[in-house]
Nanobody
Framework: QLQLVESGGGLVQPGGSLRLSCAAS????????IGWFRQAPGKEREGVSC????????NYLDSVKGRFTISRDNAKNTVYLQMNNLKPEDTAVYYC?????????????????WGQGTQVTVSS
């Protein structure tokens, strides 16, 4: 059974940076797409970024473009989300998710496997 574990969250001041990690294990077939989602209190879970190993594509939520970068280390079975110039509105629980679909998706319904989440708080 594919398992995902997120790490790297924490408290950071506005303008600061964090790097989230999503480590995958327990699979016999490598998942093709890994997505990062976030959920702030009282809000719906939204797609932040996705990376596909099938076609090397990536996508980003408009509000994080130019600030966040997703990358993948296949040797370590780990996907990273580098977050720079963080803003208070980025505060949320961040989840990684995986699936065997070919194309990246920002819809949470496209993903069958989820991590437990890591808290990111941006505050002065």
């Amino acid at each position: 059974q594919l398992q995902l574990v997120e790490s790297g969250g924490g408290l950071v001041q506005p303008g600061g940076s964090l790097r989230l990690s999503c480590a995958a294990s327990g699979f016999t077939l490598e998942p093709k797409i890994i997505g990062w989602f976030r959920q702030a209190p009282g809000k719906e879970r939204e797609g932040v970024s996705c990376i596909s190993s099938s076609n090397s594509s990536t996508n980003y939520l408009d509000s994080v473009k130019g600030r966040f970068t997703i990358s993948r280390d296949n040797a370590k079975n780990t996907v990273y989300l580098q977050m720079n110039n963080l803003k208070p509105e980025d505060t949320a629980v961040y989840y990684c998710a995986a699936d065997y679909s070919y194309w990246c998706s920002d819809s949470l319904y496209e993903y069958d496997y989820w991590g437990q989440g890591t808290q990111v708080t941006v505050s002065s």
